[in-house]
């Protein structure tokens, strides 16, 4: 394992952590504990594959979409934080679930100080330890050579009180995220409480808890349209398994959930008001949350030129030699909109499989802030696929169409994601 550089100076004490990664994982000791085993395996075998192959895969878009939703959160979030109190030189984060440290370049462009990125799986930490590495090594090389510090840690986060294991026992986080993973502790409510308070009580007074949830009343509504055990499309798979005719506990609803190369793995739906419950009781309130459907409306307009950057639609119809990502039938969302729109020679859009894949909320807690929680006809909207005018290549009508059309006239596919932002109260307590 490489040995952790540290560079920041004021309130971490290097001596105590002395250029080491803390791995520390509970042995599993209880039929609750060893789904913690499965899931940490099952992210532990996902190889590492280069740029290339990521770029061929068939869900290559929806992963770029994906990354923008989490880019632009992160983004809106770091900046409210800035607006709201001067934190410009010092801004801390705790990455909770960092996976193989996806999100290491946002924090690095959102020009984070100390960033501690923590995950049950040891080797997704020690790549994710990595890719820091060779970013800090790229960076010297740069003309603005001053890169994060950061600690790596391997810990299950829903059995344990993680910052037991950083440099610092005692600093505190303007930002704790936790992208596409708070659901794995929804498994008992002893996990689900740990892990909540885990990010409460790292946060400092005025502090956001930002994440990614799969939407657990669009899962259920979607089953209950089958009348069986399982749903899903071309890229994705739900499977439950017992009887899913009666409700669902409000821990431990486990479902496997396939995702085209990526995924193969047991999660839990998420009981989103006993979620605000727990928030609430470690002084987290909601301030705020959002489909990824709804998140995407609002912010296409500030991360239209991102959006083009990292790629996250297709072009349809393919141009230049490239072949679509899905077959034919997957774009008819697309070709009924050109033939509606005639000027648009190109839409950027994903196929109808990726956007039954990918549609979310964003929630966010704050004691200041009447909560606002999406109402039921929000998750039972009809599931129909949505597209945008090409944003690489745009010109005048493309843009007027993006502005206009978009939002009004198609709603980007209901499924089972969704964002939660949650800000600590413990200002208002103190
Ligand atoms: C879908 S990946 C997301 C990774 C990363 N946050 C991202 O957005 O790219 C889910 C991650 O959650 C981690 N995870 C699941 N349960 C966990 C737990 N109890 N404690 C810490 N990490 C956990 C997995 O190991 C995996 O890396």
Redesign the pocket.
């Known amino acids: 394992m490489s040995k952790r550089k540290r560079s920041d100076d004021d309130q971490v004490d290097a001596d105590a952590v002395s250029s080491q990664t803390k791995h520390t994982l509970l042995q599993p000791s209880s039929a609750e504990s060893s789904l ?1 085993t499965v ?2 395996s099952h ?1 532990n075998n996902i190889k590492e594959t280069g740029l290339d192959v990521r770029n061929k895969s068939r869900i290559v878009y929806m992963r770029n979409f994906n990354n923008w939703i ?1 880019s632009m959160l992160i983004n809106e979030y770091v900046l409210a934080i800035r607006k709201e109190c001067d934190v410009s030189s010092s801004l801390r984060v705790l990455d909770m ?3 193989k440290g ?2 290491l370049l946002k924090w690095k462009n959102n020009d984070v100080k100390h960033l501690i990125c ?4 040891q080797i ?1 930490v020690e790549q994710c330890e990595q890719r820091y590495n060779e970013m800090k090594e790229r960076n010297t090389n740069s003309r603005c050579p001053d890169l994060f510090s950061a600690e790596f840690v391997t ?4 059995k344990m009180k993680i910052n037991e294991l950083f440099g610092n026992q005692d600093q505190s986080f303007d930002i704790v995220s936790c ?3 708070f659901h ?2 929804f498994e008992s409510v002893s996990q689900a409480e740990c892990m909540v308070r885990n990010a409460a009580d790292n946060l400092r007074p005025g502090g956001y808890f930002i994440g990614t949830i799969p939407d657990a009343n669009d899962i259920v509504l979607r089953l209950r349209q089958t009348n069986t055990r399982s749903f899903g499309n071309d890229v994705f798979k739900i499977q439950f398994s017992g009887d899913v005719t009666k409700s669902f506990p409000l821990f431990g609803a486990r479902y496997d959930f396939f995702l085209e190369d990526a ?1 193969n793995c047991p999660e839990f739906l998420v009981h989103f008001p006993t979620f605000v419950k727990l928030a609430a009781k470690h002084g987290l309130k909601l301030v705020m949350k959002e489909r990824f459907r709804d998140y995407f409306q609002r912010m296409n307009d500030t991360g239209r030129q991102l959006l083009g950057r990292m790629q996250a639609f297709e072009t349809y119809p393919a141009f230049g030699g490239s072949e679509l990502q899905g077959k034919v039938e997957e774009y008819i969302h697309a070709d009924e909109y050109m033939k509606r729109h005639r000027d648009c020679r190109r839409i950027g859009t994903l196929s109808k499989s990726e956007w039954e894949a990918t549609c979310k909320f964003v929630s966010n807690f704050s004691k200041l802030r009447i909560c606002s929680i999406c109402s039921q006809r929000a998750y039972q909207r009809e599931v129909i696929p949505s597209f945008l005018p090409v944003i690489s290549s745009p010109n005048v009508s493309s843009l007027r169409s993006l502005a206009t059309n978009f939002p009004t006239q198609r709603q980007l596919v209901a499924t089972f994601f969704q964002i939660h932002i949650f800000k600590s109260a413990k200002t208002e307590t103190q």
């Open positions: 913690s899931v940490a992210y989490k679930c960092c996976g996806g999100d923590v995950d049950l799986a997704s810990a299950d986060c829903t992208q596409f993973s794995y502790s995924v």
